[in-house]
Structure formats: structure tokens, C-alpha cells
């Protein structure tokens, strides 16, 4: 299984040097998209909690109830790098549908699911549909938040 084995934002940023430039150039994109969603650095769920034990880029914090009716704070926005790919989740619904499926074939990823894509290369994605969406993603989380 891959593993990116760090403990800090800029060890995760720096941990794949073939990628690096594509997931620094994504961080951008996101910063720049939705600047209301603040970067940190996800450590992963620790065993017996409910959630994904993977370590990731956030931005932006979201929270949801688990199965058992634990709190639990999650990103809104994901980003992952896995073995030969990095996937971005999104956990940000809009009227309880997934905001990622009217995206399904657009944004160049090499595998979507119902919350989250998968890209190999920066350059195959749809920059404008993508800062399209995570500035969506960042419009319902403040309208959330007000409410």
C-alpha cells in the first residue's frame, strides 16, 4: 500500500518529487480559486474513528456525523497523492447531491467517483471547470456556515 509517511504540509507538498510540481501547481489553483478555504495539513483519522486514515491536503474545514453519532472534522476539499495518481475529494453536497458528478468526463481526470477524481498530469485538467468548482465548493461551505 502507498504511503506518504510525513508530518507536516511542506514534507507532504515536497514528499514525490515526479509530482511535485503538478500538486503544487493544483495547491495553487485551489488557493486562487477558493481563498476562503484555509490550507492545513490532514493527519488522517487515528484507528477505531470513523473517517479515511490517509494523510492529505485540506482546505478548508467541514463537519459531519458518523454512523456511530461521532462529530467528526474533515476537509472540504481533499487532496491525496496516491501511488500513480492524486485524487481530490470534495465532501461539500449541494441540495444532498455529489458536486463532483456534473463534472463526470470534463475535468480531464482518469477516474471519477461519486465524491472525489483522480488525475495523473497538472496539464490534462480543465483549469476553468476546476476553479469553477472549488469556488463552489468554498460558496456552499460559508452559505453553510451562515445558517
Given at each position: 500500500m502507498f504511503r506518504v509517511d510525513v508530518d507536516s504540509l511542506e514534507d507532504y507538498l515536497d514528499f514525490d518529487l515526479k509530482r511535485k510540481s503538478d500538486l503544487r501547481k493544483l495547491d495553487i489553483l485551489i488557493r486562487r480559486s477558493a481563498p476562503g478555504l484555509k490550507?492545513?495539513?490532514?493527519?488522517?483519522?487515528?484507528?477505531?474513528?470513523?473517517?479515511?486514515?490517509?494523510?492529505?491536503?485540506?482546505?478548508?474545514?467541514?463537519?459531519?456525523?458518523?454512523?456511530?453519532?461521532?462529530?467528526?472534522?474533515?476537509?472540504?476539499?481533499?487532496?491525496?497523492?496516491?501511488?500513480?495518481?492524486?485524487?481530490?475529494?470534495?465532501?461539500?453536497m449541494k441540495g444532498g447531491a455529489s458536486l463532483i458528478q456534473p463534472y463526470s468526463g470534463k475535468p480531464g481526470q482518469i477516474r471519477i467517483g461519486r465524491n472525489h477524481f483522480s488525475f495523473r498530469m497538472y496539464e490534462d485538467l480543465d483549469v476553468r471547470l476546476l476553479a469553477s468548482l472549488f469556488a463552489e465548493v468554498e460558496q456552499i461551505l460559508q452559505s453553510d456556515l451562515r445558517h
Open positions: 490550507r492545513y495539513f490532514h493527519r488522517g483519522t487515528p484507528a477505531g474513528e470513523p473517517g479515511m486514515r490517509f494523510r492529505m491536503i485540506g482546505y478548508g474545514k467541514f463537519q459531519y456525523v458518523a454512523r456511530n453519532g461521532q462529530y467528526v472534522d474533515w476537509p472540504a476539499v481533499g487532496v491525496a497523492l496516491q501511488k500513480n495518481y492524486i485524487s481530490v475529494y470534495l465532501s461539500v
